[in-house]
């Protein structure tokens, strides 16, 4: 037996010969079952029970009927030589040459599994009857569960089984397109399922001394089946890879029944209690996926990474307990195939998150999930460019694929829009009865208790607005509590109520005190810069003509130059933004601020070209001035309230406040902020050079959906020159 061997080529001839098929089908899974209860039918020891199944069996299939009753006699009537073995094996084939492959394996099968059980019959009986201890033993090798010994036969026919089922399951999905390496191997797998099933039913038949000949060929055959069965199993694996990846993106983009399904689908759990979810420490809870309720809303915070800096943590942080209607944060750190970092890393964030963070996103992340970012949001998001939030609406929908622009430019107040109510109106208690009165002018004659009648309907008219004015807006109250605000058309509609540029828009509500000198309709400057010289004389030409004009002109630093920040705080020469994190946060919002701005003039227009927009202009010009490249000793903006006025570098604004005694005269029929700004102009065109400015600098993030090819000066208006610049920052945001 040692010399067993088949020319696999001749073999593959023999094979392919014999298939023919014209479409003939039938539930292979169900068949499948039958089989299964079938090969398991030694748990069941009363006959009866045991026939009972394969006349079910025969029931079921009946139309199937006639071809596996034809199968099993080739099985049982044939030698037990190998050549017939091998024979039996294409005759089998040949018999099923209509159907697919897969098919021939499961109606082979079926046709076995009829045979085993009607063995299981007839070994109880004879072993009832006391036969010899012979077949006794014949039968303990059919039946494993009669001896301790190992079984050929079960491990073989467990391996065809799970081949069948691996290659039935495969071709199950319209979808999936068939790989090469399973359509070449389905006639080889075909075969020695065939193979097996004709050995192992020869080998039920011998008695025991021929039995080792036969384990030494089903051991060879079982090697075969396993092999076949590696090269099946990998195709499997892609194909469920690839149907899990289909749902998860048809959940995220079209329907889905439920948020916590598609939440489940990213965190590749089955049960909502498998994974551990948490809060921060100060009030730390565990919970698992349940937390996430209907009513809840959600946002996805995915990071590349661990790249997310303290800042960005702390606004986040802030951004989530602002409000009860904002969004609950689930993070979700995107591994990077190359990135190494440990669980204890890892914890070392989540201390530091009031939102919610997972136990372990190695083992949580589904890699469907990955590939879905990946494939799907960019240029949203990049392997290692800054995060971004992922709105969800009740359904597990998207409707915003990066919301982090909108909540760093918007307050929730403000997004969430909660002037939109019905609004309280005067007692209309006396406009009804006047107006009926009118109507019923003479009839106090005829009814007399006509003023009481015209009262009593003006009450209830007046309760029924009353409670249609309740009912409505508890209506709006509830939609703003379930609905997620978060939504490419909220920042759109947003965006549409911006008509121009202003100093609101500029510093949002992040320094109050600007905020408040905004109400009041002072004149402000804010200002920037690493030139403290600049900065000294600057300050100090603006206080004196504050004095002069007794304007109570404001100052406020808002440069990223801590040098600065630190000189003006021990000098007391200005106001400036509390600390590092509002100056990072002032600088963010800007530039989520002009991301968000040019998105909505794409999105508007389907030219995108936002070099007319005042307010993106001015988004840049700003953004131009503290920018790495740039070499701006110094800039300034003057507005009076929201207004601005001015928006230049510091030479020239410099020059105007000097030149005061200039342009005094005209305070007397302008305001200062005008005359300011007439002056200014006026320098502007009387330059000696339009190149004479310092060198300004704009960059934009990678994420930007289009990225201009050319772009302006914000000072000169000459094309800038264009750059590309790669910067690591070592893993430190």
Not at 76 to 100: G, M, Q
Not at 521 to 532: A, P, S, V
Not at 690 to 695: A, D, G, I, L
Request: proline content about 2%; hydrophobic content about 35%.
């Amino acid at each position: 037996m040692a010399n067993f061997h088949i020319d696999e080529n001749a073999m593959m001839e023999l094979v392919c010969a014999t298939h023919n098929p014209d479409g003939t089908n039938f539930n292979s899974n169900v068949v499948l079952s039958a089989i299964e209860t079938i090969l398991n039918s030694e748990k069941v020891v009363d006959k009866i029970a045991t026939e009972e199944m394969l006349e079910e069996f025969d029931l079921k299939f009946r139309e199937l009927s006639l071809k596996i009753q034809h199968l099993y006699f080739e099985l049982t009537s044939k030698s037990s030589s190998i050549i017939d073995r091998h024979l039996t094996t294409i005759c089998l084939l040949s018999t099923l040459s209509a159907y697919s492959w897969e098919a021939k394996m499961v109606l082979m099968l079926a046709a076995f599994s009829i045979s085993y059980g009607k063995l299981n019959i007839f070994s109880r009986q004879r072993y009832r009857k006391g036969l010899t201890k012979q077949l006794v033993i014949v039968t303990q090798r059919a039946n494993p569960t009669e001896s301790n010994d190992p079984n050929p036969i079960d491990n073989l026919i467990k391996c065809a089984m799970d081949l069948t089922k691996c290659i039935v399951e495969i071709n199950q999905s319209s979808s999936y397109s068939l790989p090469q390496s399973i359509s070449s191997v389905l006639p080889f797998a075909s075969y020695w399922v065939g193979r097996s099933i004709a050995c192992t039913v020869a080998y039920c038949d011998c008695l025991p001394m021929a039995n080792i000949k036969f384990e030494s060929e089903l051991n060879i055959i079982t090697t075969k089946i396993k092999d076949i069965l590696t090269t099946c199993s990998h195709a499997l694996e892609a194909k469920r890879a690839e149907e899990s990846y289909q749902a998860l993106q048809h959940a995220l983009f079209n329907n889905s029944s439920d948020k916590l399904e598609v939440l489940m689908l990213i965190l590749n759990v089955i049960d909502d209690n498998e994974i551990s979810l948490s809060t921060y420490k100060v009030l730390k809870s565990v919970h698992g996926l349940n937390f996430f309720d209907e009513d809840k809303k959600v946002a996805l915070l995915l990071t590349s990474g661990l790249d997310i800096s303290n800042e960005r943590i702390t606004f986040l942080n802030l951004f989530y307990g602002d409000s009860m209607s904002t969004p609950h944060i689930l993070w979700i750190p995107i591994l990077d195939d190359h990135a190494t970092w440990s669980i204890e890393q890892y914890e070392e964030f989540k201390d530091k998150m009031w939102f919610q963070t997972m136990d372990d996103p190695h083992k949580r992340i589904a890699r469907s999930f990955t590939r879905f970012v990946k494939e799907n949001l960019l240029p949203h998001f990049q392997i290692g460019e800054e995060p971004i939030l992922v709105s969800l609406d009740q359904r597990g929908r998207i409707v915003h694929t990066n919301a982090m622009h909108m909540i760093q430019t918007w307050t929730p107040d403000y997004t969430e829009d909660k002037k939109l109510r019905v609004e309280a109106r005067n007692n209309i208690i006396p406009f009804i009865e006047k107006e009926m009165k009118e109507r019923s002018q003479g009839l106090d004659s005829l009814i007399f208790d006509i003023d009481e009648q015209i009262s009593h309907l003006a009450r209830e008219v007046d309760d029924k607005i009353d409670g249609w004015t309740d009912q409505i807006n508890d209506s709006i109250n509830k939609l703003r509590k379930h609905s997620n605000m978060y939504t490419s058309e909220r920042e759109n509609a947003l965006w549409k109520k911006e008509k121009v540029w202003s100093l609101g828009l500029v510093v949002g509500k992040i320094d109050h005190r600007v905020t408040s000198w905004i109400e009041k309709e002072r004149c402000i400057f804010l200002y920037g810069g690493n030139n403290i010289k600049w900065i000294r004389e600057f300050t100090s030409k603006v206080h004196e003509v504050s004095l002069k004009t007794q304007s109570n002109i404001k100052l406020n630093y808002v440069g990223k130059n801590e040098k600065v920040r630190a000189s003006i705080d021990e000098e007391h020469s200005s106001f400036f933004l509390e600390s590092p994190y509002h100056a990072w946060r002032f600088w963010t919002r800007l530039q989520s601020a002009l991301l968000s701005r040019i998105n909505y003039l794409n999105a508007a227009n389907s030219h995108g070209d936002e070099c007319d927009d005042e307010i993106a202009q001015g988004f840049k010009k700003l953004l131009g001035y503290e920018c790495k490249g740039a070499t701006m000793e110094g800039w300034a903006l003057l507005s009076k309230g929201q207004k601005v006025a001015v928006c230049g570098q510091g030479a020239k604004l410099l020059r105007v406040i000097n030149e005061y005694e200039s342009w005094k005269e005209n305070m007397a029929l302008k305001s200062f902020d005008q005359a300011f700004k007439d002056y200014y102009n006026k320098t502007l065109h009387t330059s000696c050079s339009s190149n004479s400015h310092s060198c300004c600098a704009f960059e934009y993030p990678i994420t930007l959906k289009e990225i201009p090819t050319k772009e302006k000066c914000p000072e000169c208006f000459h094309d800038m020159q264009k750059l590309v610049t790669f910067t690591c920052f070592h893993g430190d945001s």
